[in-house]
């Protein structure tokens, strides 16, 4: 298991958009619009339902001070309010105060992007 300083710890120095494999298991029993999101990824691509391989958006904090890593994960869906339209590619938030993160592992970075100048 993966604590949020661990967590900081392994993305410290790692720049956006840098492919990232998070395995994890959510704190709470996931939504019916979850599962919708999650069908193609498990159904049709035979991924675990607790993997997922995207591209590091940020790793911040919350108003509580809870560390969340979000994720660009390609193999999930996003569905709309009323679900009739999906579309493929959805952010995921991962939070160890709410679930298990239990592993966390840079496949490929990305190259640094440039500091805009002033």
Do not use: C
Not at 84 to 100: E, K, M
Request: aromatic fraction near 6%; charge should be positive.
């Amino acid at each position: 298991m993966i604590n949020a300083s661990q967590l900081e710890s392994t993305l410290k120095d790692v720049p956006e958009g840098s492919l990232i494999f998070v395995s994890y298991l959510p704190g709470r029993p996931p939504t019916s619009r979850a599962i919708q999101e999650a069908r193609r990824a498990i159904v049709e691509e035979g991924i675990a339902p607790r993997h997922f391989t995207g591209a590091l958006k940020a790793l911040w904090k919350t108003k509580r001070g809870q560390t969340v890593l979000t994720l660009w994960v390609a193999e999930r869906d996003s569905v709309s309010k009323d679900g009739a339209a999906v579309t493929q590619g959805a952010y995921r938030a991962f939070n160890p105060s709410l679930g298990t993160l239990l592993s966390v592992e840079v496949i490929e970075r990305a190259a640094p992007q440039a500091q805009p100048t002033t």
